[in-house]
């Protein structure tokens, strides 16, 4: 790299432009702008392009995460997860097999068997069927069950992150948006007749909330009522889709009926997100379920001491699939990832060779981490930050570039001034620049995050 002294790397970086034609004036910089604000990417597309995720014909309809993709989808759970704490939900982690008994308990070998996949052992001492889980509701319902009960218990919140498995066809998987395996932020609430539409009031609060800090537009609800193949009586059911109609009515946002598209064990709300496209994708899921509390003999004692009463079971999604999430999610920013949930969240670009160890001092005073080999453990609570620095010898500009490709969040460059002033000076992609102090970056940095910026 050459050695003259830089007082401003920025500076530097836009002169240089001006040198290349296809950068240079102001038409052409708005033609450039125009064709990315313009030009549509797939998240399959962003997906390759800043390396998030991979698919395999070894493994149809199971997607591969990688680190960055990884990255994205830890920052959904945590995320997540500090909020299933605040709405009183208690994790639990379940397992992903069961005996073809259990499912024929819960109903599903009858009416889902064909969305399924069936396993059996190769030992000939264990000849029995089992079933990958397509959903969580029966194991909970086994969890629930393990101990008595009491109305004062009641509600009880379960939430799981497991990953399930539907035997979808061939024909409609597609990218992150349709797979055959997948994770759901999975709720499943045990509560008395009484609490039931205080749950679906408090369900409905709590989505409304999540997609608010993710900038979700618009979003429809959906009454789904009673399918032609169900399980349980014309009672039930009439007092379920009752139930959920009151809460929607409460609730005061539109909603429409869907009719006959329930769950085969209960109606239900359904939320749905228009991608870029304008194709909507069911995200969010509100159920209201009579039917498994009865087949699994789900009781608790009342007020009047008895044990034999019935809870009800809603069962709750918010993200849904977070793979079809995160799909949306990459649309919706087209790869521009707000910093809290960004897996690229700054690049530190040293204009010369003598600037790299700076620009790695500065790398690990903002992101947290310690330079070189580890001798303490890490702080579990700590906030730590992904930066990278990039000491390549190709050229400011062709760096920079590629950094807004990759879908960093702030692009940072550091010369002769900002070692001599210990600062740094970071930009977005399409923002101005500013300089600040090293601790002022990282203060920065975790007052972002911690406002979902």
């Keep these: 790299m050459r050695s003259c002294r830089v007082k401003s790397p920025l500076l530097l970086f836009y002169s240089r432009q001006l040198l290349n034609r296809r950068w240079c004036s102001t038409s052409s910089h708005k033609a450039v702008d125009s064709k990315f604000s313009t030009e549509f990417l797939d998240h399959r597309r962003i997906g390759v392009q800043q390396e998030l995720f991979m698919i395999n014909e070894n493994t149809p309809g199971s997607v591969f995460l990688l680190p960055h993709g990884t990255r994205i989808y830890n920052r959904l759970l945590l995320f997540i997860r500090a909020q299933m704490k605040q709405f009183g939900f208690d994790e639990v982690v379940s397992p992903i097999i069961y005996k073809r008994a259990l499912w024929s308990t819960s109903g599903h070998w009858d009416k889902y068997k064909e969305d399924m996949f069936e396993v059996k052992g190769r030992s000939e001492a264990d000849s029995e069927q089992y079933g990958l889980k397509p959903m969580n509701c029966p194991g909970h319902c086994l969890i629930y069950r393990n101990s008595d009960k009491s109305y004062r218990d009641l509600p009880i919140r379960y939430a799981d992150f497991s990953p399930l498995h539907r035997n979808e066809s061939s024909t409609t998987i597609s990218g992150l948006t349709r797979v055959r395996r997948f994770h759901q932020d999975d709720g ?256 920065f940095f975790e007052d972002e995050v911690a406002q979902y910026h």
């Design 188 to 443: 499943h609430i045990f509560c008395r007749p009484d609490q039931v539409s205080e749950e679906i009031q408090q369900a409905l609060v709590l989505i409304d909330k999540v997609y608010q800090v993710f900038n979700i537009p618009s979003y429809r609800l959906l009454l789904s009522t009673r399918p032609e193949q169900y399980i349980g009586s014309l009672e039930d059911w009439n007092l379920a889709e009752l139930s959920l109609e009151e809460a929607l009515n409460k609730s005061r946002h539109e909603w429409n009926l869907n009719e006959a598209d329930g769950a085969f064990y209960g109606p239900k709300i359904d939320i749905l997100l228009k991608d870029q496209n304008g194709k909507e994708h069911q995200a969010a899921t509100i159920q209201l379920d009579f039917q498994l509390p009865q087949r699994f003999d789900l009781t608790y004692q009342g007020e009047d001491d008895s044990v034999d009463h019935r809870p009800v079971m809603i069962h709750r999604a918010v993200f849904g699939s977070l793979e079809r999430f995160l799909a949306i999610l990459m649309e919706q920013t087209q790869g521009v990832w707000p910093l809290w949930i960004s897996p690229r969240q700054m690049i530190i670009i040293p204009v010369a060779d003598r600037h790299t160890e700076y620009a790695r001092r500065a790398q690990s005073a903002i992101s947290g981490l310690p330079l070189g080999a580890p001798t303490e453990l890490l702080d579990c609570h700590a906030n730590t930050f992904y930066i990278d620095v990039d000491q390549r010898s190709t050229t400011l500009g062709a760096r920079m570039r590629e950094g807004i490709q990759k879908g960093y969040t702030y692009l940072a460059v550091v010369g002769d001034k900002e070692v001599e002033d210990g600062t740094i000076t970071m930009r977005k992609a399409k923002g101005k620049p500013r300089t600040l102090k090293i601790d002022e970056a990282r203060t």
